[in-house]
């Protein structure tokens, strides 16, 4: 079946410092990835759709300018969490959709957990 | 708005248990709808996917079933054991993006031995 990558699935910094999570397609071309943030104990929340070759597009309440998101291949989408705070600690997790198929098709990265000191 | 519901938040049951998890959703305007599996830490296993012409859908010991007219589906588990110990979670599409998909919040699972 479809595998989604994600990388790295732990990181740990400090405040103010930016971090990028890399979803990666491993054997099918994605034109539409989404990256979602999961809270503990709580459910997924989407942050935005990334499309490849186009602006990503963000859910209300979500920060354009704080999650930067890259969808530069039909393979590879990145969210860049700039000047990270202790607040954006979370389990950040993706999913890519495959090109050509249906709505149904959307397989899910093993997550990235996110801790800001 | 699609709101997701589920309940129970959480169940504990002994190995070997049948059981019922629920879910339900505020737009039944939907076109299919996911279970899925999350263990600690970890991404989510999607389980069963019901279109919405259909009733219901198996798997193993998972049966889904999907009323899509009174906004409800279950997920049946039968003859439960310490592995299906997870967070399952119910899925529908909708929203602004296309393919968005609009999760509740989970039942934690325990199946004790």
């Known amino acids: 079946g479809a595998v989604v990558s994600q990388h790295p699935s732990r990181v740990i910094c400090k405040s103010g410092t930016s971090v990028k999570i890399e979803c990666r397609s491993l054997d099918f071309q994605a034109t539409t990835m989404f990256w979602y943030r999961q809270f503990p104990k709580q459910s997924l929340m989407l942050m935005a759709t990334s499309n490849e070759g186009s602006k990503a597009t963000y859910e209300q309440g979500v920060e354009k300018d704080k999650f930067l998101i890259n969808h530069a291949s039909l393979t590879l989408s990145t969210l860049t969490v700039t000047s990270a705070h202790p607040e954006d600690s979370s389990f950040y997790i993706c999913?890519?959709?495959?090109?050509?198929?249906?709505?149904?098709?959307?397989?899910f990265g093993p997550g990235t957990r996110l801790t800001v000191l | 708005k699609q709101e997701v519901t589920q309940i129970p938040a959480a169940l504990s049951v002994p190995e070997g248990e049948n059981l019922v998890l629920n879910c339900s959703f505020t737009d039944s305007a939907i076109y299919n709808l996911q279970w899925f599996r999350q263990d600690p830490g970890k991404g989510l296993t999607s389980l069963l996917l019901i279109q919405s012409s259909q009733r219901e859908q198996t798997s193993g010991r998972l049966n889904a079933s999907l009323d899509k007219s009174s906004g409800r589906s279950t997920l049946y588990i039968a003859a439960s054991q310490p592995g299906d110990s997870a967070t399952y979670l119910c899925?529908?599409?909708?929203?602004?993006?296309?393919?968005?998909?609009?999760f509740g919040q989970g039942t934690i699972l325990t199946v004790h031995p």
């Open positions: 999913s890519a959709r495959a090109s050509g198929g249906t709505t149904d098709t959307q397989y």
């Open positions: 899925a529908v599409p909708g929203g602004t993006s296309y393919g968005k998909l609009t």
